[in-house]
């Protein structure tokens, strides 16, 4: 049975799951000189650049980042490559985003995974075509559309960004 999602709907869901408090907690213990944060609207040029939440350092620095958010845990991470199949629209990673991080967390436990944006583009464009091949391909389909991701293990993603930290001429 193929189930329908509607972009309305999961929208709606990743908004109320925003409103979590344990995000303030997250922020505050990966960034130690957290000042504040602020949820993007959803419907801005900032949220159409991938920006979902602006975190204020103490040291003036205001970091931009996309949050999305799945309601199970599991031992992977989805990488969307298309967006609308219909029409070819690329998904979120082929994106140039105005995001500093990737905030990937697993709703039930409150685990997230803070992911370096450069750094987590740079592992897709080193291994894209080797994960589509292997591992599962996530189709989610919508009235008129599906829209597609990739299921890569969340050990995998993170040899990926760490290797993609080391620059060798």
């Known amino acids: 049975m193929n189930t329908i999602h509607d972009f309305a709907e999961r929208l709606k869901y990743s908004a109320a799951a925003s409103d979590e408090p344990f995000w303030e907690a997250i922020y505050r213990k990966a960034f130690p000189d957290f000042v504040s944060m602020a949820n993007c609207d ?16 103490g040291s003036g620095r205001i970091l931009k980042i ?5 309601e199970k845990e599991y031992q992977d991470i989805l990488l969307e490559y298309i967006s609308v199949d219909t029409t070819g629209a690329l998904g979120w990673m082929d994106k140039p985003l105005l995001i500093d991080y ?3 967390a697993f709703m039930p436990t409150k685990r997230v995974y803070l992911l370096g944006w450069d750094l987590l583009r740079r592992a897709w464009l080193n291994y894209k075509s080797e994960w589509i091949r292997q591992y599962p391909r996530i189709e989610a389909k919508n009235a008129t559309y599906t829209t597609i991701s990739v299921a ?3 050990a995998k993603i993170l040899d990926s960004v760490r290797t993609a930290a080391i620059i060798q001429l």
């Open 42 to 57: 959803s419907d801005t040029q900032l949220q159409r650049l991938g920006v979902d939440r602006v975190v204020c350092l």
């Open 66 to 70: 996309d949050e999305k958010k799945r």
């Open 102 to 104: 990737l905030a990937y």
């Open 152 to 154: 890569v293990p969340i």
